[in-house]
């Protein structure tokens, strides 16, 4: 049976006259830093911040722009109640060329659609 691996977290008080308690501290520092982790996630996976085929400096810049830029448009669709998730967006739109592609490579292939041919007994 695997052992779960324990994770230390180090929360820093800038003063010692700080009141605060350590629970909501630390709770608040964790929804900071898993908003900072759901950020890169989302420019990875879905803006591909890390996918270029350009080596100039210009280039490089432009390309994080516009995959920063990518993300800032996918939120501000979020906020306005127009999508339910950031992901779907990249979801429908493989599912939408998927079906596009079967609809159109699967035209004069009648033979490919499976058919139900009943079983008789002997």
């Given at each position: 049976?695997?052992?779960?691996?324990?994770?230390?977290?180090v929360v820093y008080t800038p003063h010692a006259g700080a009141d605060l308690s350590p629970w909501s501290d630390?709770?608040?520092?964790?929804?900071?830093?898993?908003?900072?982790?759901?950020?890169?996630?989302?420019?990875?996976?879905?803006?591909?911040?890390?996918?270029?085929?350009?080596?100039?400096?210009?280039?490089?810049?432009?390309?994080?722009?516009?995959?920063?830029?990518?993300?800032?448009?996918?939120?501000?669709?979020?906020?306005?109640?127009?999508?339910?998730?950031?992901?779907?967006?990249?979801?429908?739109?493989?599912?939408?060329?998927?079906?596009?592609?079967?609809?159109?490579?699967?035209?004069?292939?009648?033979?490919?659609?499976?058919?139900?041919?009943?079983?008789v007994n002997a």
């Amino acid at each position: 049976m695997d052992v779960p691996k324990l994770i230390d977290y180090v929360v820093y008080t800038p003063h010692a006259g700080a009141d605060l308690s350590p629970w909501s501290d630390f709770n608040q520092l964790h929804q900071h830093h898993w908003a900072i982790e759901e950020y890169h996630r989302a420019l990875k996976q879905l803006c591909n911040i890390e996918r270029f085929q350009v080596r100039g400096e210009q280039q490089v810049r432009n390309h994080i722009f516009a995959a920063i830029f990518g993300h800032t448009c996918l939120q501000a669709m979020k906020v306005s109640q127009s999508l339910r998730s950031i992901y779907s967006v990249k979801k429908d739109a493989l599912k939408d060329a998927t079906l596009d592609f079967i609809r159109s490579f699967s035209e004069g292939k009648d033979w490919l659609k499976p058919s139900f041919i009943r079983a008789v007994n002997a």
